[in-house]
């Protein structure tokens, strides 16, 4: 009934993203991503413009293991809009990701967006955690470390800068205290993606 009701909005109102937006959420909840990404590009090709519905496509390829084609999408939003900061942060973390694993990344574009928000001061933890873990993959490794270091204390509860503080006292060689964040980063009740990498960083810094 409620997958109806929010397709019904879809036909009985004029073009809207955020009726895409719900219903993409909806399958997104259920764990149907593949739904989720077909409704999302249903309404861009109604509303082709649409910044929020392209967030969302992107986050959900990032999501479904395609960062090539979240990467694409951001970068496709970031040549209409380079006024937002958020695709920065995004992008910068999903090129940082892709080169800690050896992929392919553009060196190039890891270093841009690590020049153009160098200078930031973000209060949010989550925030931080972005900046310090570019800046990382970037090689500006003092700055890094302080800005994780801050994340980590601003949302202890968070596991993802647990873990990319651990990486960076790992690459130090300061065995215990990358141990002590993985502990951390592996206990918390909430989910990471990197959860097999700190399991296998936790192993090797026995």
Do not use: C, N
């Amino acid at each position: 009934q409620a997958e109806a009701a929010l397709r019904g909005g879809l036909e009985l109102q004029p073009p809207s993203a955020v009726a895409y937006q719900q219903l993409a959420d909806y399958y997104s909840h259920l764990d149907r991503v593949p739904e989720a990404m077909e409704t999302i590009r249903q309404g861009l090709t109604r509303l082709p413009l649409a910044v929020e519905l392209q967030l969302m496509l992107a986050q959900l390829s990032a999501a479904a293991g395609a960062p090539g084609d979240a990467i694409q999408t951001y970068q496709e939003v970031l040549s209409r809009r380079p006024d937002l900061d958020v695709v920065d942060y995004r992008l910068g973390m999903l090129f940082a990701s892709r080169a800690g694993a050896g992929a392919d990344a553009p060196p190039d574009g890891l270093r841009r967006i690590a020049q153009d928000i160098r200078a930031d001061a973000p209060s949010d933890p989550l925030q931080l955690e972005a900046l310090g873990w570019i800046l990382y993959r970037a090689g500006e490794k003092g700055r890094a470390r302080e800005l994780l270091e801050a994340a980590v204390k601003g949302a202890p509860e968070e596991p993802g800068p647990h873990f990319h503080l651990a990486a960076v006292y790992a690459q130090e060689k300061r065995k215990d205290l990358a141990r002590g964040e993985l502990r951390l980063a592996l206990d918390a009740p909430r989910p990471f993606p990197e959860r097999l990498e700190a399991l296998r960083l936790l192993r090797e810094s026995r």
